[in-house]
């Protein structure tokens, strides 16, 4: 079926991860840098990316950052015995590879194009000149990593803490944009199971075990598109 991140010893750090289902909002939930990176028409460069095309590669030279124009991009890491695990699936509009800005010489991760996207590359020399010559860029940017640095440390409480069961619901629900500007829940597009599975660290058959019983008790629908996420799905997340 195809659908489209110390051992807490008390109540209240164990609820920790269902705090934090909203994605943090201001500044940084609003900016969208593509008017910024307008400016950049003569020091980027655009590629379009087919379906599970790799972008970059883990062990790559780090010397750009990327911007997702459209689409979506996965970045996956891979252990040295060869297991892999999904990072992050980036939506439009968000920026990743910008390690090469804080001294990485190489990729830690793999980024993937998830559906056919678009892809601007700006060379890390040209990143830096914008972010110091441009405060106000500077300044979103950082509140934009920031935000995102927020959300990896949630779901690393998370994979520490919650049942896989409430690893997955806590993941649709992100993925659905749930608590962000009070809007009607979208439809989640398509994403392979095994693809849930990775992002929550358990197997697929228990993806496809859990996804049946959310669906039986009315908190996702499947459609032609992908499915579509109820707010009551955050009953599974509070639960203790």
């Keep these: 079926m195809a659908i489209e991140g110390p051992v807490a010893t008390n109540k209240k750090q164990r609820q920790i991860p269902a705090n934090r289902l909203a994605r943090p909002g201001g500044a940084a939930a609003a900016f969208v840098p593509a008017g910024f ?3 950049l028409d003569g020091s980027k460069t655009k590629r379009e990316y087919a379906d599970k095309q790799p972008i970059f590669t883990q062990g790559d030279a780090a010397d750009a950052v990327f911007f997702i124009e459209s689409g979506k991009v996965k970045l996956t890491v891979v252990s040295k015995r060869g297991k892999e695990a999904v990072v992050a699936i980036l939506p439009e509009n968000s920026f990743f ?6 001294g990485q010489p190489l990729r830690m991760a793999t980024a993937t194009a998830v ?3 678009a892809v601007a590359r700006v060379e890390k020399s040209v990143m830096v000149d914008m972010l110091h010559d441009d405060p106000v860029f500077a300044g979103r940017f950082l509140a ?3 935000t995102r640095n927020v959300r990896m440390e949630a779901d690393l ?3 520490l803490f919650n049942s896989s069961e409430k690893r997955l619901a806590r993941l649709l629900l992100l993925l ?3 608590g962000q500007d009070s809007k009607p829940l979208p439809l989640i597009a398509k994403m392979n199971q095994e693809t ?3 992002m929550i660290g358990t197997t697929r058959s228990r993806v496809s075990f859990f996804l049946n019983r959310f669906r ?3 908190f996702i629908q499947y459609s032609g598109n992908g499915m579509t996420v109820h707010s009551s799905l955050v009953s599974v997340v509070l639960n203790d």
């Design 37 to 39: 990176l307008a400016k």
């Design 216 to 218: 039986e008790l009315g």
């Design 157 to 159: 409480i998370d994979h």
């Design 176 to 178: 659905a944009h749930f």
């Design 115 to 117: 559906r056919p996207c």
């Design 97 to 102: 590879g910008e390690g090469c800005l804080a």
């Design 144 to 146: 934009y990593i920031l």
């Design 196 to 198: 849930l599975a990775e």
